[in-house]
């Protein structure tokens, strides 16, 4: 992915709670280590995975490199500093009610 897609749970005007399934702490999890991170859209269909943008770019916004040489490739790819991004409020944005 060249850039986050409109629904992409890391982006600031993304559906606020909605993480497909899975709660903040599953997902910034997983968005904080050194696994991939394969964009929603895609885990949906059947073809090339691609990581998520948005991840890459939260990544970037949050001061995370990745040890993993791929995904700080991907990472530094991006590059750019997003203002649409959430950063280190993706928790409060996605607070979960219960």
């Known amino acids: 992915m060249k850039k986050p897609c ?10 606020k709670g909605y993480l497909g399934g899975f709660t903040v702490e599953e997902t910034l999890a997983v968005a904080n280590s050194e696994q991939s991170f394969i964009c929603h859209l895609e ?9 998520c943008a948005g991840r890459l770019l939260y990544a970037t916004k ?8 791929l995904l700080e490739m ?12 959430l950063g280190f409020d ?9």
Do not use: A
């Open 62 to 69: 949050t001061c995370k490199q990745f040890r993993n040489p």
């Open 90 to 98: 993706f928790k409060k944005h996605h607070k979960q009610i219960n």
């Open 43 to 51: 885990r949906e269909n059947k073809g090339d995975k691609s990581e």
């Open 74 to 85: 991907e990472r530094k790819r991006l590059g750019i500093y997003s203002e649409d991004i």
């Open 6 to 15: 409109k629904e992409c749970p890391f982006r600031k005007d993304s559906f």
